[in-house]
């Protein structure tokens, strides 16, 4: 019969059903090496009988396993692994990538009465990743691409591009900067297609859509052997040889490996992962992210000498909001874009909608603008113009800059107004908003419904008219 300690059975009883509902692989051990817990997911991710596990040592269920290669018997001597990568052949021969934390635990004595593992795996995001992979070497086996399509009419967006076409002239490294949906993508490829680069490859890697222990394998490659199941494998710096990589998201790469892409960038040399050979690459090197740099430099999430060296070109995108005047342009363009997407044929746009559109903030600027637009066009049951914007205006809610609680607003009154007509309507207008979020507390949606009006409208209008929480003169 197998004995547990009190102190852990006690805890294992506690938080037994919690763990069976977590859905994630995760195994206990006591300090002899055996199973005390071992539920559905990790019997399913190493092809071994849950039933069978429990009360048997790890060795005996893996036999090829070495104590010294096995995290959960190396916490029992003290050592702690937090999100460490692991690759290994399962019960049934297959590999599998993960992804686990393990810690040893303690008694009150401070005495270690087992480990605890906690994992991820990972196995299906490699096969994704070969994938992706495999289609970019075909789909850039052809290189020829038409420059990008930037729909625009501000003076603001051409001042932008004049920019981004001196830029991609020359051959240094380029950092955008934009909000999401601002269309960063878009002006990556451009600067490619604007170089001397452009009959060689353009590679794409979004940095916050891979586990970070992947990426250095995902951009560097990896040579047999270098870890159990290790192929030898190309990474992206090799497949963009002589052409671009843009690095979406380069916010979301980890310091180790911004480290990394500052020693390519300044050498354009880089190691494979288990390589014992440098390796080099003629590769552009095109970088974006979402998130103010000097924020990132503030809280340490960005090397300042990585974003220094990308610093040579800097490119800022302005939100939708900051360039009104391209919304109208941008809204024929998706109804053309999509009109044969859609079983209503929709030839134009109304004053109506497009006064939405313009009165609406976009918090997720181009991409939000389109989903909006195609949205309406699908639920519009009349052919001809739109008719009506359909906005999501949760969305809108969840990026709304106005304090939701009870407050007051600085008043103007009649007496006050001055000016000519349209000046007098306009003082008029903000001194019924104002009426309407005192009646309100503060509440826009409230506030909206008392002036029949939407509440994208509504936060368009106070935006417009500059109008702030305060007290209000009696």
């Avoid at 605890?116 to 994704?128: A, D, F, T």
């Avoid at 495999?134 to 004049?162: C, G, H, T, W």
Wanted: hydrophobic share 35%; proline share 4%.
């Amino acid at each position: 019969m197998m004995i547990i300690d009190p102190e852990l059975l006690q805890a294992l009883e506690i938080f037994k059903h919690f763990f069976d509902l977590i859905h994630q692989p995760m195994a206990i051990i006591d300090k002899e090496g055996k199973y005390i817990y071992y539920n559905q997911e990790s019997a399913e991710l190493d092809g071994y009988p849950m039933e069978q596990a429990i009360g048997k040592p790890m060795l005996k269920v893996y036999p090829n396993l070495k104590k010294e290669d096995s995290t959960m018997l190396q916490a029992l001597q003290g050592k702690e692994y937090q999100d460490t990568y692991q690759t290994y052949y399962n019960h049934v021969g297959k590999l599998v990538d993960y992804q686990h934390t393990t810690v040893p635990l303690y008694n009150h004595k401070k005495e270690i009465i087992g480990a605890v593992e906690i994992g991820r795996n990972l196995s299906n995001v490699r096969q994704l990743q070969d994938q992706v992979f495999s289609l970019n070497r075909k789909l850039y086996q052809n290189k020829e691409q038409p420059l990008p399509e930037i729909v625009f009419a501000s003076k603001k967006m051409q001042q932008v591009i004049d920019q981004t076409n001196i830029l991609g002239s020359n051959d240094v490294p380029v950092l955008i900067v934009g909000e999401t949906g601002t269309g960063k993508e878009l002006f990556a490829r451009l600067i490619h297609q604007t170089s001397q680069r452009r009959d060689k490859a353009f590679i794409s890697l979004n940095c916050s859509a891979l586990p970070t222990t992947l990426i250095e394998s995902t951009l560097f490659g990896t040579v047999k052997g270098a870890f159990t199941g290790a192929e030898n494998r190309q990474g992206y710096l090799e497949l963009a040889n002589g052409g671009t990589l843009f690095l979406d998201e380069l916010n979301a790469m980890p310091l180790e490996m911004q480290s990394k892409l500052l020693r390519f960038l300044q050498e354009k040399t880089y190691w494979p992962l288990g390589g014992n050979k440098e390796q080099h690459a003629d590769v552009r090197i095109v970088a974006a992210m979402n998130e103010s740099p000097a924020d990132l430099l503030k809280t340490g999430k960005m090397r300042s000498d990585l974003f220094y060296r990308l610093n040579v070109g800097l490119i800022k995108l302005p939100a939708l909001r900051e360039r009104q005047e391209d919304i109208p342009v941008l809204a024929r363009y998706f109804i053309d874009k999509h009109k044969t997407d859609v079983s209503v044929l929709i030839t134009g746009i109304s004053e109506h909608a497009l006064q939405q559109l313009m009165s609406a903030p976009w918090p997720g600027n181009v991409r939000m603008l389109e989903n909006a637009i195609v949205r309406s066009m699908v639920l519009q049951n009349e052919p001809g113009e739109l008719q009506q914007i359909i906005l999501d205006e949760e969305l809108f809610d969840l990026h709304s800059p106005y304090p939701q609680d009870e407050a007051k607003l600085e008043k103007t009154t009649t007496s006050e107004i001055t000016g000519n007509l349209t000046e007098q309507v306009e003082n008029y207008e903000k001194q019924l908003i104002i009426d309407a979020l005192n009646q309100a507390n503060g509440k826009i949606i409230t506030a909206a419904k008392l002036l029949d009006v939407s509440r994208t409208t509504l936060q368009y209008k106070v935006k417009k008219y500059d109008i702030h929480m305060g007290v209000i003169d009696n």
